[in-house]
């Protein structure tokens, strides 16, 4: 698929020597795979501030609790 995006580019920038990179710079558009992870990262978002998505997406989300120390604080660790 990132091949035939990339001949896509080169075909209608009609250019065959610039680096793709350089071409979806010069026309502000973004990579297959910067797509891809703007678009999951929009369904999160979604998802954790209750818009509706469909339940299966959702369900994939879900908050759980754990009795690990998830925050990074690990002063207390070995307090007596």
């Not at 978002?45 to 759980?64: M, R, S, T």
């Amino acid at each position: 698929m990132e091949k035939i995006n990339e001949r896509a580019l080169r075909f209608a920038t009609c250019d065959k020597s610039t680096m793709c990179k350089t071409l979806l710079k010069q026309l502000n558009l973004l990579s297959s795979h910067n797509q891809r992870t703007v678009e999951m990262a929009t369904g999160v978002y979604k998802i954790v501030h209750g818009y509706k998505v469909p339940k299966g997406i959702a369900e994939l989300l879900k908050e759980q609790s754990t009795n690990y120390n998830l925050t990074g604080n690990y002063n207390h660790i070995g307090a007596v």
